[in-house]
């Protein structure tokens, strides 16, 4: 397996940090998880094939990590796709998509589709809301898990994925707090993707904790639960907030060996 982070930050505006989004290559198969600012030219730039992405996973419908997505979707369609898009993601992911293409976007679309360069599969797209505690999916030689985990409840649901290939597992989560089914779920995890977005007292001190974990018990728990490598991203870097003093608290907890500080474009195998 290869991961490709292609976006380390989060809604700020921020040139050097796009939104989040990555990518998990497993054999021919290219799985993308989020969808966030500049996705689409992060898979450009990095030569992965976007028009050849059949499966897409969302975390939640924050906007920082879904704004792409109408140019993924519809840029993938004109430069190729032949198949209809499977999407997946939280309670929300139906709604959100249907308001996309066959309201906002119905007349592009139908524009479009008149011309006979465009498959006429290509902008059509299979979603599914996942709402079962914990939900199973089969892929091309990859099984894919996911659980609920807690990030600005009750607005949002939010999921965690466990992608396990090759004999590893990977466990990508979106934002969230402190959850025990995450922590359970991430035991023994070859590689977890997280996010590390304020400092433990930024967040204390400008009331974050609904939304994210403090670094210093991501570092923690991902110990406790024998998490093999740690990579950290949905970084805010602004107004006194740098990505350096972050890592050094999860870096506290969880130790060097085995902590990826992430930036856009890294890709890590697995």
Known sequence: MRFTLLGSGCCRCDLDRWGPAQVLEIGGEILLFDCGRGATMRMQQAGIP?????????????YDHNCDFIYFFLTGWLMGRQEPLRIYGPRGTERFVRSLFDVALADDIASRREHPIFSENGWRREVLDVVDPVWEHQGGGWTLSA????????????????????????????????????????????????????????????????????????????????????????????????????????REEFGDEGLLVGRDLMVVDI
């Open 147 to 250: 659980i609920h985990t807690v990030h600005m409840a009750p607005h949002l649901d939010n999921l965690a994925y466990k992608i396990q290939a090759e004999g590893k597992t990977v466990v990508i989560a979106g934002d969230n707090i402190v959850c025990d089914n995450l922590m359970d779920f991430a035991q023994d995890a070859d590689l977890l993707v997280h996010e590390c977005t304020f400092p433990s007292d930024r967040i204390k001190r400008a009331n974050w904790e609904r939304f994210h974990t403090p670094p210093r018990d991501l570092g923690r728990w991902a110990r406790e639960r024998n998490v093999k490598r740690l990579l950290i991203r949905h970084f805010a870097v602004q107004d006194g907030v740098a990505v350096e003093p972050m890592a050094a608290e999860v």
């Open 50 to 62: 976007f028009q050849d992405i059949r499966d897409v996973f969302f975390t939640h419908h924050h």
